[in-house]
């Protein structure tokens, strides 16, 4: 953890803020009224659930300091309204607003392409399942999120033992299709993931306002010919039209592109960009999928340039520089960020075999508070624990 030290010279005040000089070098600005809204006494925060009970809109906007004392670690001020605050210099330091302390609140994604097919990541379950320690669990959380997807290897071949290894993470995701789904061939299927056809990537239930955030899918047989496995790195195609393609990229991320699932029970129906992006331009999620695409409502002047987008999405997506294709085996899970990395598979011959996958959801929030609770209780500041078959970290485009 970084400290904080005070100097004579630490503390600055401004008409409207305060500057603070911290021992590492770096210098934050934090407003008056931030820093009033943001006190940590009982009668501000609730002392057992640390929620706000505060009135933030009776403060007054020009509430500012009388007294300000840096002396120690801490930084205390009196202030206009007659309330008194206390804030310890490591906490303003981790809170400090700038882009720079604000941006890697956790790992960033790592973007890969086809070579990343050589040294794939890959866990062992009892590694994340029965670590006390939380080492295994660690690498698990960071390379879904840092890489997109890991392979679980050695699973027991029960369903139960895919949720034991969901619930590590969090909450199960469910959705119209129940709290988990079987994907094999029906006689009466719903969705063409129940048939023996080829599924092109495509992210899973594009359709819903916010799709599920992480799916495990568990192979518990595999015996028909065929049936791989392909997984293509959203981010990284958006990545590749944003620099070489932008005006394609512009459309991808402003068009919203409509969405539905129909059956005899649910009509669910959602549009949004094929790219959403956070504030600052980082990627948020990708949301693809041509089976579950509904008529457009555009405008007659972006159809064409809409398809074209669409098209060249798909063309980048099923590309061997992008794709990466992996057989299945009994005992095998693949768990992947369903809102950055497209899925699909090659058809095959149920006529050969039985082909029989289980599978979960876990949603973004849930994953992101373990990454923070275990970034948290690690002393060392979270060191990098991502999954490999070498040991080190996936290789990355």
């Known amino acids: 953890m970084t400290t904080a030290v005070s100097t004579p010279n630490a503390v600055e005040r401004h008409t409207r803020h305060i500057a603070v000089a911290f021992g590492d070098g770096h210098r934050g600005v934090f407003h008056h009224l931030w820093l009033r809204d943001n006190c940590l006494c009982a009668e501000c925060l609730h002392p057992e659930t640390h929620e706000r009970v505060l009135d933030t809109f009776s403060l007054d906007?020009?509430?500012?300091?009388?007294?300000?004392?840096?002396?120690?670690?801490?930084?205390?001020?009196?202030?206009?309204?007659?309330?008194h605050t206390r804030h310890g210099l490591d906490w303003l330091r981790a809170r400090c607003p700038c882009s720079g302390c604000t941006a890697p609140r956790v790992p960033p994604p790592r973007l890969w392409d086809?070579?990343?097919?050589?040294?794939?990541?890959?866990?062992?379950?009892?590694?994340v399942v029965?670590?006390?320690?939380?080492?295994?669990?660690a690498a698990f959380v960071e390379t879904v999120w840092t890489t997109g997807f890991v392979f679980v290897r050695d699973v027991p071949k029960t369903e139960d033992a895919l949720r034991d290894l969901a619930r590590r993470v969090g909450h199960l995701r469910e959705t119209n299709f129940g709290p988990?789904?079987?994907?094999?061939?029906?006689?009466?299927p719903n969705n063409v993931a129940y048939t023996s056809v080829e599924l092109r990537p495509h992210t899973d239930a594009a359709n819903l306002e916010t799709p599920p955030g992480v799916q495990f899918l568990f192979c518990l047989s595999a015996d028909a010919p065929g049936g791989h496995s392909t997984l293509v790195d959203g981010f990284a195609v958006a990545e590749r039209l944003r620099t070489g393609e932008p005006d394609t990229f512009a459309l991808l991320c402003d068009v919203a592109i409509p969405y539905r699932f129909h059956d005899r029970t649910h009509d669910?129906?959602?549009?949004?960009?094929?790219?959403?992006?956070?504030?600052?331009?980082?990627?948020?999620?990708?949301?693809?999928?041509?089976?579950?695409?509904?008529?457009?409502?555009?405008?007659?002047?972006?159809?064409?340039?809409?398809?074209?987008?669409?098209?060249?999405?798909?063309?980048?997506?099923?590309?061997?520089?992008?794709?990466?294709?992996?057989?299945?085996?009994?005992?095998?899970?693949?768990?992947?960020?369903?809102?950055?990395?497209?899925?699909?598979?090659?058809?095959?011959?149920?006529?050969?075999?039985?082909?029989?996958?289980?599978?979960?959801?876990?949603?973004?929030?849930?994953?992101?508070?373990?990454?923070?609770?275990?970034?948290?209780?690690?002393?060392?500041?979270?060191?990098?624990?991502s999954a490999s078959r070498g040991g080190g970290?996936?290789?990355?485009?």
């Open 61 to 83: 906007p020009e509430v500012a300091p009388v007294v300000v004392d840096d002396a120690g670690d801490q930084l205390a001020i009196d202030w206009s309204d007659g309330h």
């Open 114 to 127: 086809a070579g990343i097919a050589g040294d794939l990541p890959e866990l062992r379950y009892a590694d």
């Open 130 to 137: 029965t670590d006390d320690v939380n080492v295994g669990l």
């Open 180 to 188: 988990d789904f079987h994907v094999e061939t029906m006689l009466d």
């Open 268 to 385: 669910l129906r959602w549009a949004a960009p094929v790219v959403g992006l956070h504030d600052d331009g980082s990627y948020r999620e990708v949301r693809f999928h041509n089976a579950l695409m509904a008529p457009f409502d555009l405008p007659l002047e972006l159809i064409e340039p809409t398809y074209a987008a669409l098209r060249r999405f798909h063309e980048l997506a099923t590309s061997e520089q992008q794709r990466i294709s992996v057989r299945l085996r009994p005992g095998d899970a693949m768990v992947f960020h369903n809102r950055r990395v497209l899925h699909g598979r090659s058809a095959f011959d149920p006529g050969g075999g039985h082909r029989h996958l289980f599978g979960l959801y876990v949603d973004v929030d849930e994953w992101l508070s373990r990454l923070r609770m275990l970034r948290r209780s690690s002393s060392e500041g979270y060191a990098d624990v």
């Open 393 to 397: 970290s996936a290789r990355c485009r």
